[in-house]
């Protein structure tokens, strides 16, 4: 489960004349960038995207800088003294101040476990077309990645988490499942990873979908591998990250091709469960007091409980008898400021959520019969090691559940297990979790 972010990084190309400014976002810790020459002006999230940010208007008078964009709801005002800019950005409710200071250039993530062509494998596209349960069309794209120079091999299919991913699963420019891909290879193994519906070169309606329906998805391009001379039958396997580590056994649960399974964080416990140990875990390492802590998380248990299509009066209810006794800053501080009732009811309303919320491993996790890993970090804030392997053990005996010291969801080494440290990590899948499954996957080898 990945957390939506608001624009992150910053920066202004120009033609002439051109100077670079960086500078670090105080709430959040990342590094913003500033472009400026006196002819026009861009806009780029380099954390987030190459593409540029579309100006809707700027201006440089004198000292002060203005620059907007309407699509994304972003204002910037900046004065100019001696070499620095110096003024605060806004975005629909948040608002900080920043300095931007001279530098060389726009600034740059480093990923360097992200393999660089010429890969050490083969590749071939896989395709694949069908109707969904909904009645729906969907065409899915993928890549299946290979050792060089054999037949056939064991396989992986990978299946990302929740929100639409490209087939890298790439979040914050780390390609986790391109990196998977290239050690995999490397070990004798080969995966299949493709893009979500609604992704890269894959169609289809999002809207209305649910994990449900991407598990169709995951089938469809299970089915696609039939034949595949490069597939070792009797050695296909689906794994999956997040929600993708419940499809993954959902699938396995009825369909007999499927081998062996891998659970990369995936769930043990209910949908709700799941999404209430994540708030707790998320504010705490965010460091967030026992009271408020207690706070929010009342509040979030009676969120949950209020029936989809109801009003926005109904959230703000909720959220206005739990937090009446609170400041306006502690109020912020465990997420319910201005605008959280409107979030709220949006998030509640939607197909996946109300279906995320009741879905229970309890209903497929028993009917694998298969080998099965399931792994998790110990710092992981977004499904929680502990109470999920615990079930899932539970549910499925026969699975090898293993928990990895100070890993977080993305599988990286970690301080907190936040997801703010995501995107400042440079590693982008632990080695000893990358051996840890090349190992189990051969070992099973039928």
């Not at 081998?259 to 469960?273: E, I």
Request: charged letters at 20%; hydrophobic letters at 35%; aromatic letters at 8%.
């Amino acid at each position: 489960m990945k957390r939506l972010l608001t624009l992150l990084l910053l920066s202004v190309g120009l033609t002439a004349h051109a100077q670079w400014y960086s500078g670090t976002s105080p709430k959040t810790g990342l590094v913003l960038c500033i472009h400026l020459t006196d002819s026009s002006a861009e806009i780029y999230s380099p954390m987030q995207s190459s593409n540029p940010i579309p100006v809707s208007h700027w201006s440089l008078d004198g000292n002060n800088l203005s620059i907007e964009c309407k699509t994304i709801g972003l204002k910037i005002n900046l004065t100019r003294k001696d070499n620095t800019f110096a003024g605060y950005w806004k975005q629909a409710f948040l608002k900080e101040d920043v300095t931007f200071y001279p530098t060389d250039t726009i600034f740059q993530l480093r990923r360097p476990q992200t393999p660089q062509p010429p890969y050490r494998f083969d590749e071939e596209t896989v395709t694949t077309d069908y109707t969904d349960s909904q009645g729906n069309k969907v065409h899915l794209e993928g890549t299946l990645s290979y050792p060089k120079g054999g037949s056939s091999y064991p396989t992986l299919i990978l299946v990302s988490g929740s929100g639409q991913q490209n087939r890298d699963e790439e979040i914050m420019q780390h390609k986790p499942f391109l990196v998977l891909a290239d050690y995999l290879a490397s070990r004798g193994i080969a995966v299949l990873r493709y893009d979500d519906r609604g992704m890269g070169a894959s169609t289809g309606p999002t809207d209305s979908a649910d994990t449900r329906l991407f598990a169709e998805d995951a089938e469809a391009m299970l089915n696609a591998l039939k034949g595949n001379p490069h597939v070792a039958p009797n050695h296909l396997g689906i794994g999956g990250h997040s929600e993708g580590g419940a499809i993954a056994p959902i699938v396995a649960s009825r369909n007999k091709d499927v081998k062996f399974v891998v659970m990369l964080a995936g769930q043990g416990c209910t949908g709700r469960d799941v999404m209430l140990q994540q708030n707790e875990a998320i504010y705490r390492a965010a460091g967030l007091s026992d009271t408020l802590l207690d706070i929010r998380m009342a509040c979030m248990r009676e969120l949950f409980n209020i029936p989809p299509g109801s009003s926005q009066k109904a959230y703000k209810t909720v959220i206005e008898r739990h937090t009446a006794s609170l400041t306006k800053k502690q109020v912020d501080s465990i997420g319910f400021g201005r605008g959280a009732a409107a979030s709220c009811k949006q998030q509640m309303d939607m197909p996946w959520m109300q279906h995320f919320l009741a879905l229970d491993p309890a209903e497929y996790l028993p009917r694998v019969k298969c080998p099965m890993l399931a792994i998790n970090g110990d710092r992981d804030c977004q499904v929680l090691a502990k109470p999920n392997l615990q079930r899932i053990k539970a549910l499925c005996p026969h699975a090898d559940c293993r928990t990895l010291p100070g890993l977080n969801h993305l599988f990286q080494h970690s301080t907190t297990g936040s997801p703010d440290e995501y995107i400042l990590i440079e590693e982008s899948f632990a080695p000893e979790a990358l051996k840890l499954l090349a190992d189990w996957i051969l070992k099973i080898k039928n």
